[in-house]
């Protein structure tokens, strides 16, 4: 009887995103082992979309994406949007879909201000309601407060029609990680049996060949910029109101200072106009860079999959005339089953998603 083929452990996938120093990297870490840069404070050490190496657990190869917030100290907006926006819809067409979202919160914030409200207005626009059920909104750094603060807190966010209440509603999950190997594997299996869902994005600019800024991701970037162009246009007219008082007044040391002030008014009213044309254009160039890499190692994957199929072929020769002829010397029976386990450390299949995307983030290194 020929011996069945070893079936290959489902590769699941799953997306780390949250506002900067919410603890998406240090979550990633102490769940696969890996060593992303961790920041301090609100400092950003993501600053590109990053896949961690595959590794099994639950009998599963789980890959875990970590992604910059849309708060990044060193990236635009615009360019974190671009980077997520590539490395999603390449993927997407490379026959991908994530298993689950982890939305990273800190339990520690004394409150939840505007920047955290714009990540996960971000985060949903990106996601759509219709993937609601795959995401867990995660708290953590719950050492850094009393259980009692920590409970009404988390109370808060629960029930808050601006935070976390709707999504919920939506089907999303809410789960605490504790900062241990554990609880970061609870989290992960909570979220390793969903069925791979399209996101909004992904179905946006794929499925439906929108461009980047017709996104409803896009819309709300666009949005979010005019707001604050709006904004240092109105601080500009009052800048120029003080300088010509203190010009008035003769008060050049004032006069100095506001200068100083609407030059860097002007630089940032110029950068935001800049980020909303350019959005467009340089996305579709990294998404064509996205998508030649992409071909590429796809080809590599289709010879080591033939090459893969031939070593299990081999594997099970071997075990048939191993089980067929049994008069075989010890020597001779141990020097086939080493040949077997050689070949079955060969085969044994890395995370495809963890290549793909790998090449895809080697792209957009900032």
């Known amino acids: 009887m020929k011996p069945a083929a070893p079936s290959e452990p489902e590769e699941v996938v799953i997306a780390v995103m949250g506002a900067t120093g919410s603890g998406k990297s240090t979550f990633i870490n102490i769940v696969s082992g890996s060593h992303l840069a961790v920041g301090e404070g609100l400092k950003s050490c993501t600053s590109k979309v990053e896949t961690v190496n595959t590794f099994e657990l639950f009998g599963k190869l789980v890959t875990l994406v970590d992604t910059p917030g849309f708060d990044d100290t060193t990236v635009s907006d615009t360019d974190i949007l671009k980077m997520i926006a590539a490395y999603l819809s390449s993927t997407y067409q490379s026959g991908y879909k994530l298993s689950g979202l982890i939305y990273m919160h800190r339990i520690s914030d004394f409150r939840v201000g505007g920047i955290s409200r714009r990540n996960l207005s971000m985060f949903r626009k990106l996601c759509g309601d219709e993937t609601l059920k795959n995401v867990a909104l995660v708290t953590n750094m719950w050492s850094e407060v009393t259980p009692e603060r920590g409970a009404a807190r988390e109370h808060e966010l629960r029930t808050d029609d601006l935070l976390f209440a709707p999504v919920l509603q939506g089907g999303a999950s809410m789960l605490r990680h504790d900062g241990t190997v554990a609880g970061a594997q609870a989290i992960l299996a909570h979220l390793a049996g969903n069925r791979p869902r399209v996101l909004r994005i992904q179905r946006e600019l794929v499925d439906e060949g929108k461009d980047i800024t017709e996104t409803a991701a896009g819309v709300e970037l666009d949005r979010e910029l005019a707001a604050m162009r709006k904004k240092h246009i109105e601080q500009l007219a009052e800048i120029q109101q003080e300088m010509e008082q203190a010009l008035a007044e003769k008060d050049e040391l004032t006069r100095k200072e506001l200068e100083q002030v609407r030059g860097e008014l002007l630089q940032n009213i110029e950068k935001i106009e800049s980020d909303r044309d350019r959005l467009s254009k340089e996305y579709a160039q990294e998404k064509a860079k996205a998508d030649e890499r992409v071909r590429q190692i796809q080809e590599d994957l289709e010879a080591e999959k033939a090459a893969r199929e031939e070593r299990q072929q081999e594997i099970a020769r071997l075990a048939s005339e191993m089980e ?40 957009f290194g900032l």
């Open 324 to 363: 067929n002829n049994r008069n075989l010397h010890a020597r001779e029976r141990e020097n086939m089953q080493r040949q077997m386990e050689d070949l079955k450390r060969r085969s044994r299949r890395r995370g495809l998603f963890s290549m793909v995307g790998g090449a895809i983030d080697s792209l």
